[in-house]
Each structure stands twice: as C-alpha cells, then as structure tokens.
C-alpha cells in the first residue's frame, strides 16, 4: 500500500491555472503508476491523467488534454497535476491514487487504483 496526501487546491478564476501535489509514502511508490481522478458532486469519479511508474508515460483524459499535465518526481514520492486553462467544468474533489500492481486494466477506472489521497476541492469561479 502507498500512503497518498493532496494538496494545492483552492478557489481560481476562470482561465486561471492550479497545481496539485501528492505526497506519497510506502516503498513500491516508484513502480506505481499514478493518476488522478476528479469527482464533483452527485457525479461518478472519472478519470483525469495517470503517469507510469518511471515517469516516461503518460496520458491525460479528452476533457483535459491540452491543459493539464501530470508528472512525478521519484526521488521526492511527489505526483503532480499542473492544470491550466480551468473552467467551471472542471470544479471537484480531485483524488491522487495509485494503481494496483496485480493486473493491468484499463488505467482508467478508479478500482484499478488501490491506495487513495483524501481528495482536495477545486473551485473555477466564472
């Protein structure tokens, strides 16, 4: 299990730009891919971005690509989202989680991750 913490997140302007940090402790860190998800009220959680274990891959969701970057530094257990270009859309709880390591998937569903941040609220305001 990977231990996960978001943070950064907070009220912006439309067009405005944030970037989410997850810290992350447990010894396969480096070996999980990583993604986050994003849930907004009275909605599924869906996928946003998910980057592999040593960083070379990754891949953003249709509704964020563009404006949203994932990344990740091994050497600090941090996972990161760079979101640019927000609009009310993209207002919710934003998850960092870890991707379980005993089938591959999709990558896209959140029951493909098996360790979960505690979520951290975005709000664009128009």
């Known amino acids: 299990q990977v231990q996960l913490v978001e943070s950064g997140g907070g009220l912006v302007q439309t067009g405005g730009s944030l970037r989410l940090s997850c810290a992350a402790s447990?010894?396969?860190?480096?070996?999980?891919?990583m993604g986050w998800f994003r849930q907004a009220p009275g909605k599924e959680r869906r996928f946003v971005a998910h980057?592999?274990?040593?960083?070379?891959?990754?891949y953003a969701g249709e509704s964020v690509k563009g404006r949203f970057t994932i990344s990740r530094d091994n050497l600090k257990n941090m996972v990161y989202l760079q979101m640019n270009s927000l609009y009310t859309e993209d207002a919710a709880v934003y998850y960092c989680?870890?991707?379980?390591?005993?089938?591959?998937?999709?990558?896209?569903?959140?029951?493909?991750?098996?360790?979960w941040g505690q979520g951290t609220q975005i709000t664009v305001s128009s």
């Open positions: 980057i592999s274990g040593s960083g070379t891959t990754s």
């Open positions: 989680a870890a991707k379980n390591t005993y089938y591959s998937g999709t990558y896209l569903l959140p029951n493909e991750y098996d360790s």
């Open positions: 447990g010894r396969s860190f480096s070996i999980r891919t």
